[in-house]
């Protein structure tokens, strides 16, 4: 399927706010991949579908992991948009017909990340959080960031999540936890 294929699907499900948001970070994605020398096409259909799953209803979501066969654990149980990115990954292979698996692997894991994430997926986190309609306090500031030092930026990302979990008073996912431990790690070896 080409991007407008793609463009023309998603536009039907989604709602026009999270349309708009994952064209948005579809070209945010596209300028990283330029800056950091990934695949641009990859990088297009990553972040154009990284949300494909997001308009899923909570009980369907849960309906449709038992039929893809994926493992809810106990916090996505309890919050069960955290499924969007493992649910997306399947629909974006049987609806979209994706089967590069490095993009299915960002899709999967744009949400709550994963130790050792590759740069395509590092791209679609940061993608994520910094597209233009992002408006948060500190949006400018990590925009720049994303463009000086992704790791730094992942970091950022994952910290600004986590901060926002704790103060809706939320489960922290583990995932998260551990993905910004290790982009730490990684950091101070740099
Ligand atoms: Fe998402
Ligand atoms: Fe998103």
Request: hydrophobic content about 45%; overall charge positive; some cysteine.
């Amino acid at each position: 399927m080409t991007v407008e294929m793609i463009k023309k699907q998603l536009e039907a499900v989604l709602s026009p706010k999270r349309y708009i948001h994952s064209v948005n970070v579809m070209e945010t994605a596209v300028s990283l991949a330029a800056k950091y020398g990934e695949d641009a096409g990859k990088a297009a259909v990553a972040g154009l579908l990284h949300d494909c799953a997001r308009d899923v209803k909570a009980d369907e979501a849960i309906r449709l992991c038992g039929v893809y066969g994926i493992k809810v654990d106990y916090i996505s149980r309890m919050q069960p948009e955290l499924l969007h990115g493992l649910l997306g990954e399947k629909l974006a292979g049987k609806l979209y017909g994706v089967n590069d698996p490095q993009v299915l692997r960002a899709i999967a894991i744009h949400t709550m990340g994963c130790p050792g994430m590759d740069l395509l997926g590092r791209i679609v986190l940061v993608a994520d959080y910094i597209e233009p309609a992002r408006t948060f306090p500190g949006a400018d500031a990590m925009r720049k960031q994303a463009f000086e030092n992704l790791d730094r930026a992942v970091l950022t990302a994952l910290n600004s999540t986590i901060k926002y979990v704790i103060g809706k008073g939320g489960l922290l996912h583990t995932d998260t936890i551990e993905t910004r431990n290790w982009i730490l790690m990684e950091l101070k070896k740099a």
